[in-house]
């Protein structure tokens, strides 16, 4: 079997290119259409058994089994995917029901419901048990890597070991245990090679090789690059949104409009999570406002190339996430103080399409999830009114002590909330 190479080394170029190929076969054996029969079963049984043998001390076992937990995610999500694309692509014409906008609200869901259900049928993975959310947590704090990294640590394999150790600070860079681990590698071989991100997002690449093209005053390659990143960004945030809708948990012993509510507010927080979920980690530092990182940048690259009409809207749609930054207001009055010698027009002075969509769906979901929780939460004296609640209102539990003595309760809770915001001044870009 081939090991890491130890520093100076004279064959280190050679097993590094064995070590690329060999970590590519992380998912060589994953097919979204041919997925393996024997390995096809519910993601909750499959993590679940890779971590009863992880607690066991069953090493290859425990690999064996998180390696296809980890493809029967992928392909759960893939499969959400397909069908989201599908049966967005295939929409049929909403039927008139002049008058009655409740029936066209109906009428739509019945339809998405039938092509959803047609096209699930044909994907195994959307026929089994859904995941809970505590699940699908874990694997997007890719927990499943860090069990990974362990247990081939202990089989004394970390050409496997520590692509998964690196992939799973990529989510969780403060963690100090996988830190120091990671220290004690670089101390004693040459990773060259062996820093790969098994869960990299197609955006992600071009954003820092546009971010590095600004910093070198390539500014024309840089904005193709960062347009690419954008588009790619954009595309995976609304597949991400799909999948809150395609991975649901039901009950189906409650009432309809009840179990409606509950999944259409979970499914409102998860979509809110999207942004949290796919911001990239750059240089061990989270980029925040991703979107509108990549405007700010645009923003700046366009106006190095004296183009003030692709870089006003881009500043436009940085000022729509960052409303108070004083450095791009300050930039949108020098663009209107001079918008006769750029050339610009009063529609340039507005956010692009695609940001101002961008916002208002985010901004959309936040009221709607407010609004859910206020009403899905109302007592029965803010439903009924006071006087009606307390004729509904049962006996007291405690009636039958009333006078007999003194009875308090006290609840105390005490809440904290970590803050934490990425400086630009630290990346490594």
Request: aromatic residues 12%; contains cysteine; glycine residues 4%.
């Given at each position: 079997?081939?090991?890491?190479?130890?520093?100076?080394?004279?064959?280190?170029?050679?097993?590094?290119?064995?070590?690329?190929?060999?970590?590519?076969?992380?998912f060589e054996h994953y097919s979204f259409r041919n997925f393996p029969q024997e390995d096809l079963m519910p993601l909750t049984a499959a993590y679940g058994t890779a971590l009863d043998s992880y607690a066991a001390g069953n090493w290859t076992e425990s690999v064996r089994y998180l390696?296809?937990?980890?493809?029967?995610?992928?392909?759960?999500?893939?499969?959400?995917?397909?069908?989201?694309?599908?049966?967005?692509?295939?929409?049929?014409?909403?039927?008139?029901?002049?008058?009655?906008?409740?029936?066209?609200?109906?009428?739509?869901?019945?339809?998405?419901?039938?092509?959803?259900?047609?096209?699930?049928?044909?994907?195994?993975?959307?026929?089994?048990?859904?995941?809970?959310?505590?699940?699908?947590?874990?694997?997007?704090?890719?927990?499943?890597?860090?069990?990974?990294?362990?247990?081939?640590?202990?089989?004394?394999?970390?050409?496997?070991?520590?692509?998964?150790?690196?992939?799973?600070?990529?989510?969780?860079?403060?963690?100090?245990?996988?830190?120091?681990?990671?220290?004690?590698?670089?101390?004693?071989?040459?990773?060259?090679?062996?820093?790969?991100?098994?869960?990299?997002?197609?955006?992600?690449?071009?954003?820092?090789?546009?971010?590095?093209?600004?910093?070198?005053?390539?500014?024309?390659?840089?904005?193709?690059?960062?347009?690419?990143?954008?588009?790619?960004?954009?595309?995976?945030?609304?597949?991400?949104?799909?999948?809150?809708?395609?991975?649901?948990?039901?009950?189906?012993?409650?009432?309809?409009?009840?179990?409606?509510?509950?999944?259409?507010?979970?499914?409102?927080?998860?979509?809110?999570?999207?942004?949290?979920?796919?911001?990239?980690?750059?240089?061990?530092?989270?980029?925040?406002?991703?979107?509108?990182?990549?405007?700010?940048?645009?923003?700046?690259?366009?106006?190095?190339?004296?183009?003030?009409?692709?870089?006003?809207?881009?500043?436009?749609?940085?000022?729509?996430?960052?409303?108070?930054?004083?450095?791009?207001?300050?930039?949108?009055?020098?663009?209107?103080?001079?918008?006769?010698?750029?050339?610009?027009?009063?529609?340039?002075?507005?956010?692009?399409?695609?940001?101002?969509?961008?916002?208002?769906?985010?901004?959309?979901?936040?009221?709607?999830?407010?609004?859910?929780?206020?009403?899905?939460?109302?007592?029965?004296?803010?439903?009924?009114?006071?006087?009606?609640?307390?004729?509904?209102?049962?006996?007291?539990?405690?009636?039958?002590?009333?006078?007999?003595?003194?009875?308090?309760?006290?609840?105390?809770?005490?809440?904290?909330?970590?803050?934490?915001?990425?400086?630009?001044?630290?990346?490594?870009?």
């Open positions: 079997m081939v090991t890491l190479c130890a520093k100076g080394d004279s064959l280190i170029f050679l097993l590094c290119v064995t070590f690329v190929t060999m970590t590519a076969a992380q390696e296809i937990s980890l493809r029967l995610h992928r392909l759960l999500k893939d499969s959400v995917r397909h069908c989201f694309l599908h049966c967005d692509r295939t929409k049929e014409v909403g039927a008139s029901f002049p008058g009655d906008p409740d029936l066209r609200v109906y009428w739509h869901v019945l339809m998405e419901a039938s092509c959803q259900r047609r096209c699930r049928a044909h994907f195994p993975a959307l026929q089994l048990p859904s995941p809970s959310s505590k699940i699908l947590e874990e694997f997007n704090r890719r927990s499943p890597y860090r069990y990974l990294h362990f247990a081939h640590r202990k089989l004394n394999d970390l050409q496997r070991g520590v692509p998964c150790a690196y992939t799973f600070l990529q989510k969780n860079p403060e963690d100090e245990e996988m830190l120091q681990m990671m220290e004690e590698y670089r101390s004693q071989y040459d990773l060259s090679g062996f820093l790969i991100d098994l869960e990299e997002r197609s955006y992600e690449t071009p954003f820092v090789d546009g971010v590095k093209l600004v910093s070198s005053g390539d500014y024309s390659r840089s904005v193709d690059h960062l347009e690419e990143a954008l588009r790619l960004y954009l595309q995976e945030y609304g597949l991400c949104q799909a999948e809150c809708e395609g991975i649901a948990q039901l009950t189906p012993d409650r009432d309809f409009y009840e179990v409606l509510a509950d999944v259409y507010a979970d499914m409102l927080r998860c979509k809110l999570k999207c942004e949290e979920n796919l911001k990239p980690n750059v240089g061990g530092h989270f980029v925040e406002k991703f979107a509108a990182t990549i405007y700010h940048y645009l923003q700046y690259a366009y106006y190095k190339l004296n183009d003030g009409r692709s870089a006003v809207p881009c500043a436009h749609s940085y000022i729509l996430f960052e409303p108070d930054d004083p450095i791009m207001k300050h930039n949108l009055l020098y663009y209107k103080e001079y918008s006769q010698q750029w050339g610009l027009q009063a529609e340039d002075f507005t956010p692009r399409e695609e940001a101002l969509q961008h916002h208002n769906q985010t901004v959309t979901l936040k009221q709607m999830l407010t609004s859910a929780d206020r009403y899905l939460n109302l007592d029965d004296e803010d439903f009924f009114g006071a006087e009606e609640a307390a004729c509904l209102a049962p006996e007291s539990p405690d009636a039958e002590f009333d006078g007999l003595g003194d009875y308090e309760e006290s609840i105390y809770a005490n809440w904290s909330q970590a803050k934490g915001k990425w400086d630009m001044g630290e990346s490594d870009i």
